[in-house]
């Protein structure tokens, strides 16, 4: 079994609608954190909420995190490396991520918590109109 599986195995983490494997950690009245995780060849679907999320590097390879303000132009970094190992997404951006590598597996804290009424995933095969990468 691969480490990833294994992961998602030991952590009971299960399909996220956006992509991907997730199981919530915590929740309070403040603040909900998840651990997620993407596989090589998963991808995180352009989503983005209406509170802010930061994201966590935990462990694997690093990920890439695809923005857009606009719906138009984007830009990406990586977390996972160069000491970089959390980035925060605001308000209504949309996002997307994908594993440079085997795996990587993250945590992502939204204060206040996390409800799925605050999601928007993008229609299927929607990408910010300049996006030209293949996620």
């Known amino acids: 079994m691969s480490e990833a599986d294994q992961l998602i195995k030991d952590l009971r983490m299960v399909p996220h609608p956006e992509g ?11 603040v909900s954190i998840i651990y997620y995780l993407l596989k090589k060849h998963e991808k995180s679907h352009w989503h983005r909420l209406t509170k802010n999320e930061t994201l966590h590097f935990y462990k694997g390879d690093p990920l890439t995190i695809y923005t857009s303000k606009d719906g138009d132009s984007f830009s990406s970094l990586n977390i996972g490396e160069k000491n970089n190992f959390n980035f ?22 939204v204060t206040p918590p996390f409800d799925y009424n605050d999601f928007e995933l993008a229609p299927p095969n929607w990408n910010p109109t300049k996006f030209n990468q293949y996620l």
């Open 20 to 30: 991907g494997h997730f199981i919530e950690c915590l929740r309070n009245d403040d």
């Open 88 to 109: 925060t997404i605001n308000a209504g951006t949309w996002f997307a991520m994908k594993s440079n590598g085997e795996y990587s597996l993250i945590g992502c804290a």
